[in-house]
């Protein structure tokens, strides 16, 4: 029995609505990352996480939820969960992550942030005020709903005197750089991704990788935004072998994260499939640029010899 | 048998984007699409093209399917903008058929 994924949609959509995200996080898990860094509260150019570094565990925990219920009678409970989710937060209750899980994913925050800092690049961040950007919502096509929500987050950069953006992962850099222009008159904002600023000063890896790495492009940084040569640059110029593959770069191969909380089955499937095209040469890490295929393509090679890191494991 | 409705596109999207009709049927994309689904992305944009309103709510689940992932654009002859067109039509299956 396939999911009711009208149900889903609606749910994620109310979400985002009422909410302002998808899965509404708390204050603490959203900004517990920056805790004693230091970071100004603002600035003309800010660190834009997007939420998707932090949003990730509770997504997994909620795709894990949806796979359990793909083939089950019981996910016609789903339209009921909407129901109540209108009036309170119940989206919140089936999206517990561990907290080991939303540690790892805090670290990786912290090492882009870090790394920003000791390169010598100025930044604030907006803490507790900035909001998740609206990608998956986009993504499904609920466009009233989307529209609404990229105002907002327009309204609050303007507010706090934004005028440039740096960025964590690739799906954010696509809503704030390509997305919003479509649908904001005389929007204006610098947006670039950290790895695209890092590409331009001088860094130094405090963790240089003992073996060779294959990268796996991001779809959206590979094809939509261009972001192609500056992670490769940004490890060899430190001295990381990285070995050649055919399906990456421009034909690199999606990580099946797109469709994980609709289709999960189908999407691990993908994963799989990818792993094992990085895994062709026998390479034993995979080097990863986004969140979501972070997740997805680790949990592709669980109970196997190969590992999958965040570049900025490296930092 | 189903009914051709060549107007249904017109209602479909203004979006200058949306471009299914410059397809020219070659197959490359389903060819290489990852979800190895027979329909996407190929038939999908013909049903819109074609005004097929039954077959688009026969398939209505598998326009979800679609990973937005490009790399049908990146290799597809005459710029159909694929992912694009699947979006849209999710847009119009929410708004139409799911009620959302
Ligand atoms: S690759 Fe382009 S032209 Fe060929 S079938 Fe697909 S959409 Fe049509
Ligand atoms: S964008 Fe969609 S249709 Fe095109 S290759 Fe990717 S999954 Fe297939």
């Known amino acids: 029995m396939s999911l009711p994924i009208n ?10 609505k009422l909410r302002k995200s998808v899965l ?6 959203i900004t517990g990352w920056a805790k004693g860094l230091n970071i100004p509260k603002n600035g003309n150019t800010v660190l834009y996480t997007g939420h998707m570094y932090q949003l990730m565990p509770s997504i997994a925990f909620l795709g894990k939820i949806i796979g359990m219920l793909e083939n089950s009678a019981l996910n016609k409970t789903l339209g009921l969960g909407r129901f109540f989710n ?3 937060n119940v989206s919140m209750f089936i999206t517990w992550p561990s907290r080991k899980m939303r540690n790892l994913y805090d670290k990786r925050l912290r090492n882009i942030a870090e790394m920003l800092t000791r390169s010598g690049v100025e930044y604030g961040y907006l803490y507790g005020k900035e909001m998740y950007t609206g990608a998956l919502i986009y993504d499904m096509g609920v466009d009233d709903v989307f529209i609404k929500h990229a105002h907002r987050v327009y309204q609050l950069l303007k507010d706090n005197g934004v005028t440039s953006v740096i960025t964590v992962d690739p799906h954010t850099t696509e809503m704030l750089r390509d997305i919003y222009p479509k649908f904001i008159k005389d929007y204006k904002l610098e947006v670039k991704s950290y790895l695209e600023v890092l590409n331009e000063v001088d860094i130094k890896l405090n963790n240089i990788p003992d073996k060779d ?4 492009d991001s779809c959206i940084y590979a094809r939509g935004l261009d972001v192609l040569n500056q992670p490769v640059k940004i490890l060899e110029k430190a001295g990381v072998n990285i070995l050649d593959l055919n399906d990456s770069k421009k034909l690199t191969q999606c990580c099946g994260g797109p469709i994980e909380s609709l ?3 189908k999407s ?10 990085l895994n062709k040469n026998g390479c034993k890490e995979i080097v990863s640029m986004c969140p979501i295929c972070l997740f997805n393509l680790q949990h592709a090679a669980e109970n196997t010899e190969i590992q999958v890191k965040d570049i900025s494991e490296y930092f | 048998m189903s009914k051709l409705n060549p107007d249904f596109i017109l209602e479909f999207s203004t979006d200058e984007e949306f471009n299914p009709n410059a397809c020219i049927n070659c197959g490359t994309c389903s060819g290489l699409c990852p979800i190895g689904l027979d329909a996407l992305p190929r038939k999908l944009s013909r049903y819109i093209v074609l005004g097929l309103e039954d077959k688009i709510l026969e398939e209505k689940e598998s326009y979800f399917q679609c990973l937005l992932c490009k790399l049908c654009v990146e290799n597809c002859p005459t710029q159909v903008n694929i992912s694009s067109n699947v979006r849209t039509a999710r847009n119009y299956i929410n708004r139409k058929i799911y009620k959302i």
């Open chain 1, 7 to 16: 149900h889903i949609i609606g749910l994620l959509s109310d979400n985002l």
């Open chain 1, 24 to 29: 509404p996080l708390s204050k603490n898990s």
């Open chain 1, 86 to 88: 209108k009036i309170i």
């Open chain 1, 213 to 216: 790495v294959v990268m796996h």
């Open chain 1, 263 to 265: 289709f999960p089955a």
């Open chain 1, 268 to 277: 691990v499937e993908i994963a799989k499939k990818r792993v094992d095209q």
